[in-house]
């Protein structure tokens, strides 16, 4: 092929891929476990490997070939990135620069490849090597008493079975993948009984360039043939029919696996810990479980009328069991944030290079699991955030010299349980927010008075960074600051029933914190009634509940407000803001439900207390959109319909 | 003939696949740099076949995999990959993926791929 075309591109990006080693091996020294930084590394080794092997650089690629091994085993934690490991790597970068300038300037790559491959494979071969690839054998012999039956048995059942032999191309690559996307069209038109080498060692590629298989299908033998050879690299395919004499020794080992006598057909004796699963699989479980527990919440409402004991404790069992099911459901959903967190490393260092800052990433807590809906939904989310805090966070190097401050700023990314949420917080050590311009554009917008704006404490002028069309970044860049964005940001996030917020000193640096519900549909919620209507309020947000008499509620003017250990809340009567007609009950006890928002507290004024439900939020659908103060709406035991409480839509009120 | 995008985070890589298809005979439609440029292009183009990196930044190939067997169930798209991505590879062959080639890409494999995807 002609790549001297492509020459002075393979450099370019070549020397790219080395700085971004460079880079990360000098993040890598100071964070030895990261698998961010060791996983870029083994990104950038990979892919100058596959360059230069196209471009005929043997010794380029078997250098960077070494170098990837020996990232995949600190990745796999076999290995650790010591300060030895890392001069050494450095030493190999340098040689490799020197090598791309020779090539650049028309020479010849001249350096020991082979002494610079082995300094690196030194250091991986603290293992205690592969396994050795399996002879393929003849499957007639090793196939055992467990496949004779199966075959047996499904001669009965009207199938067919063969022994298929499929060879691939000596020089395949990958070959493991190749056996893998044979079984897959097998999968489609009957059952593979057995293999030789077991299923195992070809997902590994550990066979020369054929193995054996065993077939049950009810598929003619040219369709099968057909089907694979039309796989790439597949040189041949050999089809014969077994003799099979199911007495033929079936009687020996006969009783050794009852088990499995009767359990046809299975895949593989050996069984296999983890199966892949189509998502959508799981979320229609999860549709169905949510029906279910719709159904409970009736069951128990008929349980409490009938006050039946057996029925009582019945009811009990399904909701322990239940309740077990669902968080091995919701289990299932749950990914790493890592999945998300893992690209940002790379963003970062392009977005800090382009804006001309230095930005040190540090995350945190990329074990953290999140539903995977809400994590596919936040990327982008998160993705602007940084932006944003790296472009108007974080200062320029001579700016933050002045200020006294590192000339690398500091971005940390973390994420961590607490409850039912998830919290992931973006903090930079910047400019930090400023209370005079934020203030000064929401009084100039008409958002705020003049006198608002002097007394408000810092964190409500704050959150005015999220109003739409808000920005007060003095100089648009190409990165942000046309404000749009955070509103959008935020609005997202509530939608996803999480919040928002913002905590900053000037100077100091900005937090923006996101919370996060651990799942969109199932929530623990306490049951109240307001005036013959019974409403829901998630228990997340509910601090406790009181019991008041007439005169443990404090009046200051038309407000009403009650002593909570020493702190005065004010209480939000629901039966007036929801506009439900209130008759006079100052004279009789009154529920309350202590509610909270960030560090703000509040009493929401009930008439009962009905008791605390599992229940399946549904959204109010597209013709309510959003209606104030509820988040949603879910279906009771009685089949009635009650409104979800936000309890956030009443304090910042 | 095949209407080809192609799919690959290194220029360097997009222009040897370039190369090797337009050489025999093959159209190239469309070139992306990362995933999300590739769902655009592909929706835009409509293409015969998709040759998808699997590493990129920016979403990656399988991802991209994915969104396209959503937009159309029949796509037609060829994983490329290097050694040591075995797993990402079945991965993507779950995810549809109809074939896969090996980096450094050799001109028959490659061909090969693509006449035994358009002939199905």
């Given at each position: 092929?002609?790549?001297?075309?492509?020459?002075?591109?393979?450099?370019?990006?070549?020397?790219?891929?080395?700085?971004?080693?460079?880079?990360?091996?000098?993040?890598?020294?100071?964070?030895?476990?990261?698998?961010?930084?060791?996983?870029?590394?083994?990104?950038?080794?990979?892919?100058?490997?596959?360059?230069?092997?196209?471009?005929?650089?043997?010794?380029?690629?078997?250098?960077?070939?070494?170098?990837?091994?020996?990232?995949?085993?600190?990745?796999?934690?076999?290995?650790?990135?010591?300060?030895?490991?890392?001069?050494?790597?450095?030493?190999?970068?340098?040689?490799?620069?020197?090598?791309?300038?020779?090539?650049?300037?028309?020479?010849?790559?001249?350096?020991?490849?082979?002494?610079?491959?082995?300094?690196?494979?030194?250091?991986?071969?603290?293992?205690?090597?592969?396994?050795?690839?399996?002879?393929?054998?003849?499957?007639?012999?090793?196939?055992?008493?467990?496949?004779?039956?199966?075959?047996?048995?499904?001669?009965?059942?009207?199938?067919?079975?063969?022994?298929?032999?499929?060879?691939?191309?000596?020089?395949?690559?990958?070959?493991?993948?190749?056996?893998?996307?044979?079984?897959?069209?097998?999968?489609?038109?009957?059952?593979?009984?057995?293999?030789?080498?077991?299923?195992?060692?070809?997902?590994?590629?550990?066979?020369?360039?054929?193995?054996?298989?065993?077939?049950?299908?009810?598929?003619?033998?040219?369709?099968?043939?057909?089907?694979?050879?039309?796989?790439?690299?597949?040189?041949?395919?050999?089809?014969?029919?077994?003799?099979?004499?199911?007495?033929?020794?079936?009687?020996?080992?006969?009783?050794?696996?009852?088990?499995?006598?009767?359990?046809?057909?299975?895949?593989?004796?050996?069984?296999?810990?983890?199966?892949?699963?189509?998502?959508?699989?799981?979320?229609?479980?999860?549709?169905?479980?949510?029906?279910?527990?719709?159904?409970?919440?009736?069951?128990?409402?008929?349980?409490e009328t009938l006050k039946n004991r057996e029925l009582d404790e019945n009811v009990e069992d399904i909701k322990r069991t239940s309740s077990q099911m669902q968080t091995l459901l919701?289990?299932?959903?749950?990914?790493?944030?890592?999945?998300?967190?893992?690209?940002?490393?790379?963003?970062?260092?392009?977005?800090?290079?382009?804006?001309?800052?230095?930005?040190?990433?540090?995350?945190?807590?990329?074990?953290?699991?999140?539903?995977?809906?809400?994590?596919?939904?936040?990327?982008?989310?998160?993705?602007?955030?940084?932006?944003?805090?790296?472009?108007?966070?974080?200062?320029?190097?001579?700016?933050?010299?002045?200020?006294?401050?590192?000339?690398?700023?500091?971005?940390?990314?973390?994420?961590?349980?607490?409850?039912?949420?998830?919290?992931?917080?973006?903090?930079?050590?910047?400019?930090?927010?400023?209370?005079?311009?934020?203030?000064?554009?929401?009084?100039?917008?008409?958002?705020?008075?003049?006198?608002?704006?002097?007394?408000?404490?810092?964190?409500?002028?704050?959150?005015?960074?999220?109003?739409?069309?808000?920005?007060?970044?003095?100089?648009?860049?190409?990165?942000?600051?046309?404000?749009?964005?955070?509103?959008?940001?935020?609005?997202?996030?509530?939608?996803?029933?999480?919040?928002?917020?913002?905590?900053?000193?000037?100077?100091?640096?900005?937090?923006?914190?996101?919370?996060?519900?651990?799942?969109?549909?199932?929530?623990?919620?306490?049951?109240?009634?307001?005036?013959?209507?019974?409403?829901?309020?998630?228990?997340?947000?509910?601090?406790?509940?009181?019991?008041?008499?007439?005169?443990?509620?404090?009046?200051?003017?038309?407000?009403?407000?009650?002593?909570?250990?020493?702190?005065?809340?004010?209480?939000?009567?629901?039966?007036?803001?929801?506009?439900?007609?209130?008759?006079?009950?100052?004279?009789?006890?009154?529920?309350?439900?202590?509610?909270?928002?960030?560090?703000?507290?509040?009493?929401?004024?009930?008439?009962?207390?009905?008791?605390?439900?599992?229940?399946?939020?549904?959204?109010?659908?597209?013709?309510?959109?959003?209606?104030?103060?509820?988040?949603?709406?879910?279906?009771?035991?009685?089949?009635?319909?009650?409104?979800?409480?936000?309890?956030?839509?009443?304090?910042?009120? | 003939?095949?209407?080809?995008?192609?799919?690959?985070?290194?220029?360097?890589?997009?222009?040897?696949?370039?190369?090797?298809?337009?050489?025999?005979?093959?159209?190239?439609?469309?070139?992306?740099?990362?995933?999300?440029?590739?769902?655009?292009?592909?929706?835009?183009?409509?293409?015969?076949?998709?040759?998808?990196?699997?590493?990129?930044?920016?979403?990656?190939?399988?991802?991209?995999?994915?969104?396209?067997?959503?937009?159309?169930?029949?796509?037609?798209?060829?994983?490329?990959?290097?050694?040591?991505?075995?797993?990402?590879?079945?991965?993507?062959?779950?995810?549809?993926?109809?074939?896969?080639?090996?980096?450094?890409?050799?001109?028959?494999?490659?061909?090969?791929?693509?006449?035994?995807?358009?002939?199905?």
């Amino acid at each position: 092929m002609d790549t001297d075309s492509y020459l002075s591109l393979f450099i370019d990006e070549s020397r790219e891929y080395l700085q971004a080693i460079n880079d990360h091996l000098l993040l890598l020294e100071k964070n030895p476990h990261n698998p961010d930084i060791i996983s870029e590394i083994f990104r950038s080794a990979h892919t100058l490997k596959g360059m230069a092997a196209s471009m005929g650089f043997e010794g380029i690629a078997s250098v960077t070939h070494s170098m990837e091994n020996v990232f995949e085993k600190i990745r796999s934690n076999q290995l650790i990135a010591d300060e030895m490991l890392i001069d050494t790597v450095f030493a190999v970068i340098r040689v490799l620069e020197q090598v791309l300038d020779d090539i650049a300037e028309g020479g010849e790559p001249e350096a020991d490849f082979c002494r610079l491959s082995d300094t690196l494979d030194e250091i991986v071969r603290t293992d205690p090597g592969k396994k050795e690839a399996s002879q393929p054998g003849q499957v007639q012999e090793e196939m055992d008493e467990y496949g004779r039956r199966v075959m047996a048995k499904a001669g009965e059942m009207g199938y067919s079975a063969y022994q298929i032999t499929v060879r691939l191309h000596k020089d395949c690559q990958l070959k493991g993948a190749r056996a893998y996307m044979v079984f897959a069209a097998l999968e489609n038109c009957g059952e593979v009984i057995q293999t030789v080498p077991p299923v195992e060692e070809l997902e590994e590629g550990l066979f020369d360039d054929q193995f054996t298989l065993l077939f049950l299908t009810k598929a003619e033998q040219n369709q099968i043939k057909n089907l694979l050879l039309d796989i790439s690299e597949v040189q041949e395919v050999k089809m014969e029919k077994p003799a099979v004499s199911p007495a033929s020794g079936g009687t020996e080992k006969a009783g050794d696996n009852p088990e499995t006598s009767g359990a046809w057909p299975v895949f593989s004796k050996n069984g296999t810990n983890t199966i892949r699963v189509q998502v959508e699989r799981i979320d229609e479980l999860l549709n169905l479980f949510e029906e279910l527990i719709i159904q409970r919440g009736r069951l128990e409402t008929i349980a409490e009328t009938l006050k039946n004991r057996e029925l009582d404790e019945n009811v009990e069992d399904i909701k322990r069991t239940s309740s077990q099911m669902q968080t091995l459901l919701l289990s299932l959903r749950m990914v790493p944030v890592g999945q998300v967190f893992n690209r940002f490393p790379r963003m970062v260092r392009e977005l800090a290079r382009e804006l001309e800052k230095k930005v040190d990433l540090q995350i945190y807590g990329e074990d953290t699991e999140l539903d995977r809906l809400v994590l596919d939904e936040i990327r982008d989310l998160l993705v602007h955030m940084i932006r944003n805090s790296m472009d108007h966070g974080i200062e320029p190097p001579e700016e933050r010299r002045k200020r006294g401050k590192a000339e690398a700023g500091t971005l940390i990314l973390r994420a961590y349980h607490s409850g039912n949420h998830v919290f992931i917080e973006i903090e930079d050590n910047g400019a930090g927010l400023n209370r005079e311009k934020i203030a000064g554009k929401a009084v100039e917008k008409g958002l705020l008075t003049a006198e608002e704006a002097a007394f408000l404490p810092d964190e409500e002028i704050f959150q005015w960074v999220f109003a739409s069309g808000f920005s007060t970044a003095d100089k648009v860049s190409d990165v942000s600051g046309r404000g749009v964005g955070l509103d959008a940001v935020k609005n997202k996030i509530e939608s996803l029933g999480g919040h928002l917020h913002v905590t900053s000193r000037e100077g100091e640096g900005t937090i923006f914190s996101i919370q996060l519900p651990l799942t969109l549909s199932i929530i623990s919620s306490l049951l109240v009634k307001v005036e013959g209507h019974t409403f829901a309020i998630p228990l997340s947000s509910i601090i406790r509940t009181y019991i008041l008499g007439p005169d443990e509620i404090l009046r200051v003017g038309r407000m009403r407000a009650m002593d909570l250990r020493g702190q005065v809340i004010p209480l939000i009567p629901l039966s007036e803001v929801l506009e439900l007609s209130a008759g006079d009950k100052s004279n009789e006890e009154t529920a309350v439900v202590v509610v909270k928002k960030g560090e703000q507290l509040a009493g929401l004024m009930v008439d009962s207390f009905i008791g605390q439900r599992e229940i399946v939020i549904k959204s109010l659908g597209r013709y309510l959109g959003e209606v104030f103060g509820f988040s949603g709406a879910t279906i009771l035991g009685d089949g009635r319909i009650a409104l979800v409480l936000d309890p956030n839509a009443f304090i910042s009120q | 003939m095949a209407k080809v995008l192609v799919v690959d985070d290194a220029a360097f890589m997009r222009m040897q696949i370039k190369q090797i298809l337009t050489a025999n005979g093959h159209e190239v439609i469309a070139e992306a740099k990362n995933g999300r440029e590739a769902i655009e292009k592909y929706v835009a183009t409509k293409p015969d076949v998709v040759t998808m990196d699997i590493t990129m930044h920016e979403m990656d190939g399988i991802e991209a995999l994915k969104a396209i067997m959503k937009i159309n169930k029949n796509a037609k798209v060829i994983m490329c990959t290097a050694m040591g991505q075995e797993r990402m590879i079945l991965d993507a062959i779950n995810a549809g993926a109809r074939d896969f080639i090996v980096k450094p890409f050799q001109p028959d494999r490659v061909l090969e791929a693509i006449d035994k995807i358009t002939a199905r």
